[in-house]
């Protein structure tokens, strides 16, 4: 905490309120309204939670103006560079990089418990061939609720370390099987002498009627594209596995929910929405009829894969994955390359126009991710399925901060009520048809 208070004075009683202000490793300073609503009876209006800092936490840090993403400090590119998404999940984790029998025992880990429970496979029968996959996947993980319920105490820490070393290994073939599903072709099992992201391939893309071999130049692609996605502090989609588990809930229900708020467009199914619309655009002559489109606020059509709440910047993570999508559709000598120069057309245009630099609209981390996911031969209804695979071990440990937390309290805003005020009950015979 800072010497540093802020005053406010109530207008009504004219009485002074001092607000601490905590100090931060990394960013701007916090002031504290924890007291603010015993003291004046007020209470604060923050929408979408832009100047709200919901929890402490000590795992990721994102400066949005210098475009800066450190996970424990560590910086992406750096991590992106030398690191792998094993590894990179026990820094989340753990909080620091591991040594090497640390590091061998959690991958033995991750890779010992990658098969799911014959029952739970069973539930994707139920769904209709062409579900879509989030929503499998977001209901498959709910269900594995029901499959560990007695054995997940999550007041301890054993259970949350072996909850966490599931879902991360599970996630992979659950995501798996709703491809599988989707296409009609039979489950694969995983083999876990495989890494994680070449077992991953293996389940998506062999068949028990012919070999398959992983191309490890995907398998790599994916594992930075993992590393990439693993955490960003706290996003809708944490924020709602925090927010679920404040209450004490099932940790797989709560990642569920996580899973349920990462699909929408505005968030992980941005990556799903770019490709979209980059199809849709079909060639560079029509990028100046799509850029006015976007500019226009009578139409609710938005330059998908660009903006962000906190980047006023380029997202370090678009950056690294630009430079990889030139690699990659060279190395596998991918047929996407005419969608990858659109893209780079429309960013080009996109930030020399007033609009977008004004608005401080630079591309995101979906912007390039799924034509990386398309060279790779995962189909667009996947993308976000893939985020999520990556993004688990991010909630896992925002979960696990939280619940570890003795100062955490159920998560319950408040709000700015604008509906009628107290009126009394009126018999059916005595109402009048509201206008
Ligand atoms: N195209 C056109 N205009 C935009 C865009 C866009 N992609 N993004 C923001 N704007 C405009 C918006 O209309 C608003 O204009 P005005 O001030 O005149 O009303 C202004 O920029 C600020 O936008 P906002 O919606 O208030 O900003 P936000 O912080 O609430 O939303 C966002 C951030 C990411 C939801 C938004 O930029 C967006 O919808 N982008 C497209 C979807 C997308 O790429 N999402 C992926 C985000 S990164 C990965 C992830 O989170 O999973």
Known sequence: MSDERYSLIDPTSA????LPVLE????????????LYSHSGVFTYDPGFGATASCTSNITYVDGEKGILLYRGYPIEQLAEHSTFIEVAYLLLHGELPTAEQLQAFDHSIRTHTMLNESLLRFFNGFHHNAHPMAMVSGVVASMSAF?????????EHDRDVFAHRIIAKIPTIAAAAYKHSKGQPFVYPLNRLDYCSNMLHMFFSVPSDSYEVDPVAAQALDLLFILHADHEQNCSTSTVRLAGSSGTNP???IAAGISALWGPAHGGAN?????????IGSAKHIGKYIARAKDRNDPFRLMGFGH????????RATIIRKMCHRLLEQLKASDTPLFELALRLEEVALRDDYFIEKNLYPNVDFYSGIIYRALGIPKSMFTVMFAIARCVGWVTHWREMVADPGTRIGRPRQLYVGPPSRNYRAIGEREEAA
């Open 15 to 18: 009485r002074r309120l001092e």
């Open 24 to 35: 931060p490793t990394l960013g701007p300073n916090v002031l504290s309204l924890a007291g």
């Open 148 to 156: 560990y319920h007695d054995t997940t105490d999550i007041q301890m």
């Open 252 to 254: 797989y229900a709560a």
């Open 272 to 280: 799903e929405a770019v490709i979209n619309m980059l199809e849709e």
């Open 309 to 316: 709440r906190v980047y006023k910047n380029y997202d370090p």
